[in-house]
Each structure stands twice: as structure tokens, then as C-alpha cells.
């Protein structure tokens, strides 16, 4: 099992910044890869960027140039620096992790982002 606590997020202006950080504990030999999803209401969940055990990050087309993804390997966590926010952004946002062995998913609670015009 992998346990996932997120912290940051909140309320900002557009154009700001905010830092999402999830850190991982338990099987943590077992995670291939962490990351972040988002979920807007009236939308459906969505990948924001994720990071891989060799560095290898992805993004969405929407976030790309503004967000970027980072892993702390040593402290088992990983970070989404958001700059530029703008309201589409406002969302939910999800910790994720993947794993070699079941379940291969876990999921943080979740945290609030609101960007504000």
C-alpha cells in the first residue's frame, strides 16, 4: 500500500503562483511514476503532468511552458509549480502514483486550486 498527503493549493489571482507537494510513505519501492490530475466541475478528470522514476515528465497541452513537475526521490514526494494560473485552471487537483504491483494506482484526497479573475 502507498499513502499519498498533499499540501498547498488555495486561492490566487490570475497570473499567480501556487506549489502543490504529495508526499509518498509504505511500498514506496513499487511506484513507476507520480504526477497530478485535475478535476473541474462539469468536467471530467484530467492529467495535468506526471513524472516518471528516470525523469521522464509529461504535460498537458494546456499547462505546458507554465507548469512544471519535479520529484524529490530522496523525500518520496513530488511538486507542481504552477505559474501564469489563469481561471481554467481552477480545479481540484489529484495526487497520483503508479506501481508495479496492484492496485497500480493510488490517489491523494485532493486539494483546492481557485484562480480568480
Known amino acids: 500500500q502507498v499513502q499519498l498527503v498533499e499540501s498547498g493549493g488555495g486561492l490566487v489571482q490570475a497570473g499567480g503562483s501556487l506549489r502543490l507537494s504529495c508526499a509518498a510513505s509504505?511500498?514506496?519501492?513499487?511506484?513507476?511514476?507520480m504526477g497530478w490530475y485535475r478535476h473541474a466541475p462539469g468536467k471530467q478528470r484530467e492529467l495535468v503532468a506526471t513524472?516518471?522514476?528516470?525523469?521522464?515528465?509529461n504535460y498537458a497541452t494546456s499547462v505546458y511552458g507554465r507548469f512544471t513537475v519535479s520529484r524529490d526521490v530522496a523525500k518520496n514526494t513530488v511538486r507542481l509549480q504552477m505559474t501564469s494560473l489563469k481561471p481554467e485552471d481552477t480545479a481540484v487537483y489529484y495526487c497520483?502514483?503508479?506501481?508495479?504491483?496492484?492496485?497500480?494506482?493510488?490517489w491523494g484526497q485532493g486539494t483546492q486550486v481557485t484562480v480568480s479573475s
Open positions: 497520483n502514483v503508479r506501481t508495479f504491483i496492484a492496485p497500480y494506482d493510488y
Open positions: 509504505g511500498s514506496i519501492f513499487s511506484i513507476t511514476a
Open positions: 513524472i516518471t522514476n528516470t525523469g521522464i515528465t
